[in-house]
């Protein structure tokens, strides 16, 4: 009995501290965020939304944050269908080459993301869509489309195919299967995958570093300028709108797919 609590306690502890380490970060720009005075400390120097109202004011800010959700939404418009396409051929059929394609889609994840920017750049650059958005969204896309492949690999594999056979069977052509068996079959990584592709893009700064320019600076872009002079607290009031941002997306992920079905799909 004694071995056992001395285990549960150790076990306990070291879950109290791996939650601690985690929630620190946010729990510090939370409270500078919230501050009265005009740098950012922790505790804070009294309470005040000035920071939030200041941040709601700055046309720069704002403009800035509505670039940034334009590139996250091109970013996701495009990965729904090839991801979603991508993710049903490797769950289902015997695609040539497929071991090669699995470690392909690892590439993201093994060079460095500074090499990956700059090829896109260069890529890019020389199509002569350098100073747009739109190619921001789609370098977002490219550089983070495993995750959403993995989403709908995971629910297609649970995909009876005998579903579709039976749709066939009664008549239906190729597209009206796919769209009334093999879609909502699977719908929940297609919406686990929009929504990480979503935040991520939204969330992406090297990338739009190097793909904008001074005109169209993205939000982590701004973020990055203001910080090399000098770090004010409406800098931690806009990651707090970043952090809310997530919890929005982890909140609809729940109501649409449910956490239990995504964390088991991992």
Known sequence: MSHSR???????TLVTIALV????????VLGA??????????????LSLRWYARISQASDLRNA??????????CTIVAIPVGTLAGIALAKYAV????????YLLLPFTIPLIGSGIGLMLVFGKAGFLGQLWPVGIACCVINLP????????SATGLDPDLELAAANCGAPPLQVFFSVTLPAVMPGVIT????????????????LLLVDARIVTLPVLIYNSIRSIITPDLAAISVVFIACSAVAIYLLDRLVGLDIFLKSK
């Open 6 to 12: 001395s285990k549960s306690v150790v076990l306990w």
């Open 21 to 28: 380490t985690l929630s620190a970060p946010t729990i510090v």
């Open 33 to 46: 965020s919230f501050t009265g005075g005009n740098i950012i400390t922790f505790p804070p120097d009294g």
């Open 65 to 74: 944050f509505l670039r940034t959700l334009q590139v996250a939404t091109v």
């Open 96 to 103: 040539r080459f497929e071991k090669a394609i699995q470690i």
């Open 147 to 154: 995750f959403m492949i993995w989403a709908v690999t995971a």
């Open 193 to 208: 995958g929009s929504l990480l592709m979503f935040i991520l893009a939204l969330n992406e700064f090297l990338v739009s």
